[in-house]
Each structure stands twice: as structure tokens, then as C-alpha cells.
């Protein structure tokens, strides 16, 4: 039930990386007409920071940490809600977590690979994938709202590392 993730080796995400990120979305907003409040900002920017998908709790221990204060849950989830329909957070379900996307300021098709054993993600926008899914889509006369693609396994660091994995599948 608990999301907890090993962050044994997690990567510090550098304060370059955070800034923009966080000025992407800024921008993104503005040109959008699009109000980036303070708290969508904090959200989005713990959400940077963590360098892994985080679930609510998690995220709500997190801001409460770098706040000083604890914010009221609803208050988090609109921020939250906000950021996803604007597509600068993806939601993963298979952890029941959320993770800000790459590439906030056009649309595509998140495919997000996750490891297993660290909780790491990494996501990468594969045109080969968006064009599939798209000719696939057509060809079932399907209208696709949400196109995150999550796949799971161990990630480089933890392979090189040979940090024994949850599970096999030889
Ligand atoms: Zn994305
Ligand atoms: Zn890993």
C-alpha cells in the first residue's frame, strides 16, 4: 500500500536544472494567459527537485519540509490538478505518484521508464512512439486524452551498480 521508495542513490537534481524547468513552465504560462502562482510553483518545484516520481503524502511531507508549514491538502491537489491539466506533471499509475514531464511547453506523448528498485524516472519523448500511437489510434477511431506511457525495470545506476532487483523475469 505505502509508496515508499528506496532513494538510496538518488540524484541530486542540480539548482541549473531546477531553474529551468521551473522557468520553462513560467514561460509556458504566461504564454498560455495562465497564472503560475506561488504554490503551483512550490509544487512543481518539489516535484523537480524530488528526481523521482512522488506520491501525495510524500509531497505534502516534502513542501511542509521546504516551507516550514503545512499546507492543507485541498490546497495541494488543485495545484496539482492544474499542473497535470496543463501537462507539466504526469501522473504514474502504477506508483500512484506524480512527476513533472520534460518538456512542459508542447504537447507529446510522456514515456516515462522507471526503475523498480530506486524509483528513478527518466522520461523521453519518442516521435517513433507518438507516431504509432497516433496511426493507431486513427485507425480505431479513437480520441486519445492521455498519453503517458510507464515502463518498469532496473535502471543503469542500479545495474551497475548490481543492486539485486525486486523481482526477475528471465
Ligand atoms: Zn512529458
Ligand atoms: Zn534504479
Given at each position: 500500500m505505502a509508496q515508499r521508495m528506496a532513494a538510496h542513490h538518488r540524484r541530486p537534481v542540480s539548482h541549473t536544472v531546477v531553474s529551468a524547468a521551473l522557468n520553462a513552465v513560467a514561460t509556458t504560462c504566461r504564454e498560455r494567459g495562465l497564472q503560475f502562482t506561488i504554490i503551483r510553483r512550490q509544487v512543481m518545484e518539489t516535484l523537480i527537485k524530488a528526481g523521482q516520481p512522488l506520491g501525495a503524502y510524500e509531497l505534502m511531507g516534502a513542501l511542509q519540509d521546504s516551507l516550514?508549514?503545512?499546507?492543507?491538502?485541498?490546497?495541494?491537489?488543485?495545484?496539482?490538478e492544474f499542473l497535470q491539466e496543463q501537462h507539466f506533471v504526469s501522473r504514474i499509475e502504477s506508483?500512484?505518484?506524480f512527476v513533472p514531464c520534460a518538456h512542459p511547453d508542447h504537447p507529446h506523448a510522456c514515456v516515462f521508464f522507471i526503475c523498480d528498485n530506486c524509483g528513478a524516472s527518466e522520461?523521453?519523448?519518442?516521435?517513433?512512439?507518438?507516431?504509432?500511437v497516433a496511426r493507431d489510434a486513427a485507425s480505431l477511431g479513437f480520441?486519445?486524452?492521455?498519453?503517458?506511457?510507464?515502463?518498469?525495470?532496473?535502471?543503469a545506476t542500479c545495474l551497475a551498480t548490481g543492486t539485486p532487483t525486486a523481482s526477475h523475469h528471465p
Open positions: 516550514g508549514r503545512r499546507l492543507a491538502p485541498p490546497t495541494v491537489y488543485r495545484a496539482l506508483r500512484n505518484a522520461e523521453v519523448e519518442d516521435r517513433t512512439i507518438e507516431r504509432a480520441r486519445v486524452a492521455r498519453r503517458v506511457v510507464e515502463l518498469q525495470g532496473t535502471c
